[in-house]
């Protein structure tokens, strides 16, 4: 006699594939966003770095 706990339930695996699909387009949207914000801070970065260090760089002109 099979035991019906471990028997395969269609409506559960349809269930699951749906939720698992959903997750997986989450996980992408939430990935991706995260990805443009990690960009948006190196290039802050670099630009606030390059702000900072460019001028000591450039020796002061005479003025005549």
């Known amino acids: 006699m099979q035991n ?14 749906a939720a698992n699909s959903s997750a997986g387009m989450m996980r992408g949207a939430w990935t991706a966003e995260m990805h443009r914000q990690q960009q948006e801070f190196v290039q802050n970065w670099i630009k606030m770095s390059m702000q900072f260090w460019m001028p000591m760089l450039n020796p002061p002109r005479d003025r005549k």
């Open 4 to 17: 019906p706990y471990t028997a395969k339930n269609p409506f559960m695996s349809m269930w699951l594939s």
